[in-house]
Every structure is written in C-alpha cells, then in structure tokens.
C-alpha cells in the first residue's frame, strides 16, 4: 500500500516556474515506478512525465520535453517535478502516480494515486 499526496501547485504566469513535490509513504517506495499526469475539466488523463523504479531512466511528453525534468529522492520517498517556461496550456490538476509493473505511460496501469494540486497558468 503506498500514499501519494501531492504539493507545490498554485498561479504562475506565462514563462514562469513551479516545482510539485510528490510525498510517498511507505518503505518500499524505490520498488515503485513514479509518474505524473495532468487533467483539465472534460479530458482525459494524460501522461507527463515518469521516472522508472530501479535506474531513473525518465520519459517524458512531448508538449513538456525540454521545459519539464522529474526527479526521486529515494531516501526521502520523494518524487518532484520542475516546471520551467510554463504556458498557459500547462494548466491542469496534476497527480502523482504509483506503480511497482511494468514503466507505463497510460494512467490505467498505475495503482496508486494522490489527490491532486492545481497548477494554474495565465496570461
């Protein structure tokens, strides 16, 4: 069983930086694949960006490669996401996501979820 709970979301203008922060509980958090997605009302769930469980390989969307880096702190059970040059079609409630399989970019095969923080971008 893993908790994910979610930080660091909020209002951000156009060009600007934000870094989410991802708290797992439990002990066996290095064992977990992590990822992020985002949705806005009225879409689907959709990948950002994914660290693997054993050699941090990480993988990313094409709409945030290169502006977006994701990183663990296995020690401290912690998984982050930098946002950089931020637009307004960032904006999205962004979950972290939990899951010892197989590395996956579709949120269907991710077993544990946080909550949830608001990342709002204006213009």
């Known amino acids: 069983q893993v908790q994910l709970e979610e930080s660091g979301g909020g209002l951000v203008q156009t060009g600007g930086s934000l870094r989410l922060s991802c708290a797992a509980s439990g002990r066996t958090f290095s064992r977990y694949t992590m990822g992020w997605f985002r949705q806005t009302p009225g879409k689907e769930r959709e990948f950002v960006a994914l660290i693997s469980r054993s050699d941090g390989i990480t993988l990313y969307a094409d709409s945030v490669k290169g502006r977006f880096t994701i990183s663990r702190d296995n020690a401290k059970n912690t998984v982050s996401l930098q946002m950089n040059s931020l637009k307004v079609e960032d904006t999205a409630v962004y979950y972290c996501?939990?899951?010892?399989?197989?590395?996956?970019?579709?949120?269907?095969?991710?077993?544990?979820w946080g909550q949830g923080t608001q990342v709002t971008v204006s213009s």
């Open positions: 996501a939990a899951d010892a399989g197989v590395v996956s970019i579709i949120p269907g095969r991710y077993e544990y």
